[in-house]
């Protein structure tokens, strides 16, 4: 299964992509509390028990902080503009890592 981005603003049918996914990806920037289909998708992946990884721009102010609460986290990273590139990398590491686990643990492991 290749790795997919679908970025919310492009696609309406939103919940069906995030109920086809394996992990749910946060990039937490200025404005991601002020952006409603942000919220619903973040409120969603909750609800549906997603597996999910933040990646937060240091110092955004969440105006809401505890939207986070409760999200079935598998990592949470921090970047600013002089390591995004390191953090990004580790983002995709840890993206693979969760795929090879569950390729593993659906018995996919000979898959592409």
């Not at 290749?2 to 990806?25: C, M, Q, T």
């Not at 505890?66 to 580790?90: A, H, P, Q, R, W």
């Not at 569950?102 to 000979?110: M, S």
Request: glycine content about 6%.
């Amino acid at each position: 299964m290749p790795y997919k981005l679908i970025e919310g603003e492009k696609i309406k049918d939103w919940k069906r992509h995030v109920d086809s996914s394996a992990v749910y990806v946060a990039i937490v920037e200025e404005g991601f509390c002020d952006d409603m289909m942000c919220l619903e998708q973040t409120l969603y992946a909750k609800s549906i028990n997603i597996p999910s990884i933040l990646v937060i721009k240091e110092g955004v102010n969440q105006t809401i902080p505890d939207l986070f609460d409760g999200l079935n986290l598998i990592e949470t990273l921090y970047y600013n503009d002089s390591n995004k590139k390191e953090v990004m990398k580790k983002l995709g590491e840890k993206l693979k890592e969760t795929k090879i686990k569950l390729d593993k643990e659906f018995g996919r492991e000979n898959e592409t």
